[in-house]
């Protein structure tokens, strides 16, 4: 971007440039401007009772709401608090509205001869829901207010604002899309933090494995795509796209350490000499940064050298193999989280009676809740807290349900272990090597055990019992799908994402036999004993449930997080990731998913990436979506509690029945 185009130096305290009326040219749009993710921007307010517009100062009116109400309507800051989201609807909403807000943001690309091209882009927040009248009214006023040299394309801001457009001619109102203006950016903070360590850059991964064995805590680890087995380090860069729900990012929100996409990373580290440099590597949503240190920093272990997980003893006595409907989640330490998670689901779904409005309850200031937002996205008119409650329990049973199945229980897995003289050798072993700190050896304990784990003969008594409890559909030969289900997963502050093995394409009953065996063997695998063991979760209280489900053709699978990762303030929008097929292809990084972000307060959804998709989902789809979306955050009331702001992260699919199905619920770390 040339200097030209950067804002000017703040003004003195006090001082307000706000401009009221003409036309905008460079010099002034550069004068009243700030800066949000790297593009100079403006917030314009126009009355169309007046005929007029208004050109906010960025750095006096950081809202537009408050701008028109204090000085166009002559309200103090009180009054407009105390009926703020009825102000709102006004300006936002309503399709006779006075005024139409919006930003204008100076962006650069180069065109088809690879010359530097200029243009401004003008859009409305993404909670607007102005019709395409209004939308092609906003440009062109702005169009013939704005300096005619430069290209002015509208950006819709939600899927309603797209929808609108297509029935208006792109010559009448040129326009682009946000997955197009953003989808090829240089940088984009996946997780935000800072981080001083040694960069270590690798080509591809082999380049990676070559070193792996070297890397440590104090070193930033930077290359195309990290690889879902890389050790706890001090930040990630990736030199690819992935997306914020991708298993590493996963990792990278619980250990809460930076992680970002730099395309340009070659460049920066030739430049600055960054290879194996002590660097300061900061991430944030509107800035990435890697600073090249003088000298090597005096640096202290980090605080989770210290951090402790803390489990409850698992409870071995022997237990039956159980549907999963017939689980709570205080069945989690005889079945691991993620059995007592869908359990618990079931009964959420089956029962009606949880309440799942707790977070809309939580205070928003300057609003006392958002009970009114969730009663209007359920349909209801000043409904009770009891109707309110009831209607919000209906629409989730409606939305989804909860995968059938059966769980084996943590006895299964000690009575096997138990069975063998070598197991139990082997076992001791490696407890042996943790306690003295052995870490040269660890890895070959660990791939030793895994070996004699999935090649021991599970003891008849183990195997009559699986047997019994298979309901039909699971024991007629259809293909099932073997799921981990540890209580060291899906923990707050250890999710071990990507850690456990499930298998998915398993049929009769030695295939079945060898998966829960390969199941059982992933709890002892170097990656899984190693993170373990950072966090001071003992060998001794980790055990490893199975669950066991029939598998279910999926039109579309993907993952949604009742956040938006990138925006940690942010408590409107849920992020949903997708892809045809299952939703393993959106964490494990085989396919770059669709994005979009759904807000669950005014409603509305929009398009961040298309990934490696050509085109995005229908109308109808995305739609559905918007629900999936909202009944993720109704969920987040009962599975976050007492804590209703913790957010949620939940693997779900869209069966072959056109049916939600959610597979996986756990904290989602931020």
């Excluded at 989690?332 to 309440?355: C, F, I, M, P, Q």
């Excluded at 070996?451 to 309901?471: E, F, K, N, Y």
């Excluded at 055990?543 to 997080?561: F, H, K, W």
């Excluded at 969920?635 to 976050?640: G, I, K």
Aim: negative net charge; aromatic residues 6%.
């Amino acid at each position: 971007m040339s200097a030209v185009l950067l804002p000017a130096p703040a003004p003195e305290p006090g001082t307000d440039r706000t401009v009221v009326g003409g036309n905008l040219s460079l010099p002034l749009f550069r004068t009243l401007s700030g800066v949000l993710a790297g593009h100079p921007y403006l917030k314009v307010v126009v009355d169309r009772a007046e005929d007029t517009w208004h050109l906010l100062d960025t750095a006096a009116h950081p809202f537009h709401v408050n701008y028109i109400a204090t000085r166009v309507l002559g309200m103090d800051l009180d009054q407009l608090d105390a009926g703020l989201d009825e102000f709102n609807a006004s300006v936002y909403m309503d399709p006779e509205r006075r005024f139409l807000l919006g930003v204008l943001s100076l962006h650069t690309d180069e065109d088809t001869e690879g010359r530097e091209r200029t243009f401004l882009v003008l859009e409305t927040t993404e909670a607007d829901t102005m019709h395409g009248a209004l939308l092609e009214a906003f440009y062109e006023f702005v169009r013939v207010r704005v300096d005619g040299r430069l290209p002015l394309l509208l950006k819709p801001a939600n899927h309603g604002q797209e929808e609108e457009l297509a029935a208006i001619s792109e010559l009448r109102v040129p326009r682009i899309l946000g997955h197009e203006l953003f989808g090829t950016r240089t940088r984009t903070p996946l997780n935000t933090g800072e981080a001083v360590g040694r960069l270590r850059r690798f080509a591809d991964l082999e380049e990676y494995e070559a070193a792996a064995a070297g890397l440590g805590w104090a070193d930033i680890v930077a290359m195309p795509c990290l690889p879902d087995d890389v050790p706890r380090v001090a930040g990630f860069v990736n030199t690819a796209p992935i997306t914020p729900l991708s298993h590493t990012n996963v990792l990278a929100s619980g250990w809460g350490i930076p992680n970002a996409i730099v395309r340009d990373l070659d460049q920066l580290a030739e430049q600055h000499r960054l290879d194996g440099a002590w660097i300061r590597y900061r991430v944030r949503e509107d800035e990435i940064s890697l600073e090249r240190l003088a000298q090597e920093p005096a640096l202290q272990p980090p605080a989770w050298h210290q951090q402790r997980i803390r489990l409850e003893p698992p409870l071995l006595a022997d237990a039956p193999v159980l549907a999963l409907h017939r689980l709570r989640s205080a069945d989690r330490d005889r079945y691991g989280t993620k059995a007592a998670n869908l359990g618990e689901l079931h009964h959420v779904l089956d029962s009606g009676t949880v309440d799942l409005t707790a977070f809309h309850g939580r205070p928003r200031p300057p609003r006392e809740n958002l009970y009114g937002h969730l009663a209007a996205r359920l349909g209801l008119r000043s409904p009770s807290a009891a109707e309110l409650r009831s209607a919000a329990a209906a629409f989730v049973a409606g939305t989804v349900e909860a995968p059938d199945g059966v769980a084996l229980p943590f006895s299964l897995q000690h009575r096997f272990l138990t069975s063998s003289p070598a197991l139990q050798q082997g076992i001791g072993k490696l407890k042996m090597a943790l306690e003295l700190d052995a870490f040269e050896v660890l890895d070959s304990l660990c791939l030793q055990l895994q070996h004699l784990v999935r090649h021991t003969p599970m003891p008849g008594s183990v195997i009559r019992l699986i047997d019994q409890a298979l309901p039909a559909p699971l024991a007629g030969g259809s293909r099932l799908v073997v799921r981990s289900s540890s209580n060291a997963e899906d923990l707050p502050g250890f999710s071990a994402a990507g850690v456990y093995d499930s298998v998915t394409t398993v049929r009769g009953t030695g295939e079945l036999l060898d998966a829960v065996r390969q199941v059982w063997a992933s709890l002892l695998s170097p990656r899984s004993v190693r993170l373990r063991h950072q966090v001071g979760i003992s060998l001794d209280d980790t055990y490893m449930g199975v669950i066991i489900q029939e598998y279910v053709p999926a039109e579309l699978g993907g993952v949604l997080v009742t956040c938006n990762p990138t925006r940690r303030e942010d408590f409107r929008n849920v992020y949903l990731n997708c892809s045809p097929g299952s939703p393993e292809q959106v964490v494990d990084g085989t396919v770059l998913p669709q994005q979009y972000l759904y807000n669950t307060v005014e409603g509305g959804g929009r398009t961040v990436a298309l990934g490696s998709w050509g085109e995005g989902l229908s109308a109808a789809t995305r739609s559905r979506l918007a629900d999936l979306s909202l009944t993720g955050r109704l969920l987040q009331s009962h599975f976050s509690a007492p804590d209703v702001d913790k957010p949620l992260d939940i693997e779900w699919l869209l069966t072959d029945r056109d049916e939600f199905r959610l597979v996986q619920l756990r904290p989602y770390a931020l």
